[in-house]
């Protein structure tokens, strides 16, 4: 299969979109592990689940 004239460009924006949503979910995860040192010892999984949802 040959690749396309526009083929180079396309993964490469590919490339970019991925870096770019790969960086947003990790700032989820940290802000989740974050909540999670913060209550650890304090409450139950329904205390943590809201502080989750809600931050």
Do not use: S, T, W
């Not at 979109?17 to 790969?22: P, T």
């Not at 995860?29 to 989750?52: D, E, H, P, S, T």
Request: net charge positive; with cysteine; glycine share 12%.
């Amino acid at each position: 299969m040959a690749a396309g004239p526009g083929d180079a460009e396309y993964v490469e924006g590919l490339h970019a979109l991925c870096g770019q949503r790969a960086r947003v979910v990790e700032g989820h995860v940290n802000r989740i592990k974050m909540l999670k040192r913060q209550m650890f010892g304090r409450a139950g999984f329904a205390l943590l689940r809201k502080r989750v949802l809600l931050a």
